[in-house]
Nanobody, 121 residues
Framework: QLQASGGGLVQAGGSLRLSCAAS????????MAWFRQAPGKEREFVAG???????IYADSVKGRFTISRDNAKNTVYLQMDSLKPEDTAVYYC?????????????????WGQGTQVTVSS
């Protein structure tokens, strides 16, 4: 299971850190990712971290967001800096038992419940 937390309300230019705690399977042997979904829009890929610990990011967040993990705590983080109003969305963490980091939501096996991030202008 995945438990996401850390969302909230922040002003533009501010920062938030999201956490996703995984139970039942070690984070170090899975592919983890963050997606987001704004009202009326499709769910979109934000960032992912491979088994090798390498990372990829959506162009819209590159240079502002950082995904990382703590294997001892079975937790993946998303540090979000320089937030913009267009970052407002429900953020979901996802887990893939495979070996390839995909940006498509259909590839993921488990999903967290989502945490709301609201950025005011």
């Amino acid at each position: 299971q995945l438990q996401a937390s850390g969302g909230g309300l922040v002003q533009a230019g501010g920062s938030l850190r999201l956490s996703c705690a995984a139970s039942g399977r070690s984070v170090s042997i899975t592919v983890m990712a963050w997606f987001r979904q704004a009202p009326g829009k499709e769910r979109e890929f934000v960032a992912g971290i491979k088994r090798s610990a390498s990372t990829i990011y959506a162009d819209s967040v590159k240079g502002r967001f950082t995904i990382s993990r703590d294997n001892a705590k079975n937790t993946v983080y998303l540090q979000m800096d320089s937030l913009k109003p267009e970052d407002t969305a429900v953020y979901y963490c996802a887990l893939d038992y495979g070996v390839i980091l995909s940006t498509g939501s259909g590839s993921y096996d488990r999903w967290g419940q989502g945490t709301q991030v609201t950025v005011s202008s």
